[in-house]
Structure formats: structure tokens, C-alpha cells
């Protein structure tokens, strides 16, 4: 999964990014409200963290643009204005959800989970195929119902990519995509070495290669 951090103070900013890298997100950050709209316009994300209080552009003005291009992507704004007025606005203005500073790295984590859940169109809080389920809050993937199995932090970022949507083809720049954040070294064969340990974990099965074109899991199951 793939979130943009857009958040100009700088250890609000550092503390969110850890957290996020801890619990297996790719992550980018920017400070500045412009750079954010442009790289919205131009680049897929799976979700958004948005301060209200921004240079370049404020927060409200990022997510008006946003939804004035009809951009859906999931939006949790995160600011320590907590009058009525503004958490409504950024409701009203298209926002998923919102949590108020200072919070707790433990909630905005739970909150991000259920904004991807509800725009995933499932309430299910586990992904799966019928094959193997993987749950986003302990991170622990399960074959046919076994035992929960230990991934790494990249091995469950490419899994939830492919089990986000089972039966669709995802080619290696788009697993990059959603393992690494920029600035993060990408070794030519990573994607290639991910793939063969998740499948020495849950079996040589789970994962399928489409010659040519990249990787899936199947629909179910
Ligand atoms: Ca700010």
C-alpha cells in the first residue's frame, strides 16, 4: 500500500513516516499543499494523510482540488484544528475521516485500516481468496485456514497488494510501487526474491506468475 504523508512539521512528519514503515506502508512525504496536489494529479496512491495547515496550499485547498478532478483516493486529514466548523468542512469537503492532534500512532493506524476497508466496497477487516487470508491488523497470513505464518514487512505489502484484488495482474513496477517509497533503494530483483519467499511460506500455489506480465493471486481461491 502506497500513502502520501503531506505534513510540514518536521517531526509530526518523522514520527508518522516510522510508524507507517513499521507497519508495512510505502511512504511518501511532502510538506508543501502544491507539490501535494501535483503529485496527486499525477501519481496513484492508496490513500492520503492530509494536515489542514500547510505552505503552498492549504489542506482544505489540496482536497477541494482533489475532488474537483473527481480523484477518489482515500483521505484521512489529520490536523490539530479541532473546532466544529473545520472537522465538518473536511468531511463535507470529501474527506474519509479525520483525527485530531496530538493522536495516538496506534489509532491512526486503526483509522487507516478502516478507511481502506469501507473503499475497498468490503467491510471485512481480513483479505482473502478462499486460498489464503492475510489480516492488516496483525499482519499474519493464513493458508487454507492453518496456522498464522510470520511475514516480513515487504512480503506483506506485495501480498496485501495481490489479495487487494484477487484475479488481477500486477506487473513488477506496479509491486514496486506499493513496497517502496521513494528514496528507498529497489534491487533489480526484488520483487523476484519476495515472491519466492512468500511462496516457500505459504506454498508454491498461492502465488501465480503470468509470463511476461507479472503476478496474482487467484479469485477464489
Ligand atoms: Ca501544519
Redo the contacts with the bound molecule.
Keep these: 500500500m502506497r500513502v502520501l504523508l503531506v505534513?510540514?512539521?518536521p517531526m509530526i512528519g518523522a514520527a508518522i513516516q516510522g510508524a507507517l514503515k513499521d507497519a508495512s506502508y510505502a511512504v511518501d512525504w511532502l510538506k508543501d499543499g502544491r507539490a501535494a496536489l501535483a503529485t496527486l494529479n499525477s501519481q496513484h496512491y492508496d490513500l492520503v494523510l492530509l494536515?489542514l495547515?500547510?505552505p503552498g496550499k492549504d489542506g482544505m485547498e489540496v482536497l477541494a482540488g482533489l475532488r474537483a478532478k473527481d480523484n477518489p483516493v482515500p483521505l484521512v486529514v489529520i490536523t490539530a484544528r479541532d473546532g466544529l466548523d473545520d472537522r465538518l468542512r473536511g468531511l463535507d469537503g470529501g474527506a474519509d475521516d479525520y483525527v485530531l492532534k496530538p493522536f495516538d500512532l496506534a489509532e491512526l493506524l486503526a483509522r487507516m485500516r478502516a478507511v481502506l476497508r469501507r473503499k475497498g466496497g468490503t467491510a471485512a477487516p481480513v483479505l482473502g481468496n478462499g486460498m489464503v487470508s492475510l489480516d492488516p491488523a496483525t499482519r499474519e497470513a493464513s493458508v487454507h485456514g492453518g496456522p498464522p505464518l510470520l511475514l516480513s514487512n515487504r512480503e506483506f505489502s506485495l501480498l496485501q497488494a495481490l489479495l487487494v484484488r484477487p484475479g488481477a495482474i500486477l506487473s513488477r513496477s506496479e509491486l514496486e510501487d506499493r513496497i517502496y517509497g521513494w528514496g528507498e533503494e529497489v534491487e533489480s530483483n526484488a520483487v523476484e526474491y519476495l515472491i519466492h519467499a512468500l511462496r516457500r511460506k505459504l506454498g508454491s500455489e498461492v502465488i501465480k506468475n503470468v509470463r511476461g506480465v507479472g503476478w496474482m493471486v487467484s479469485k477464489g481461491g
Design positions: 505534513e510540514d512539521d494536515d495547515g500547510l
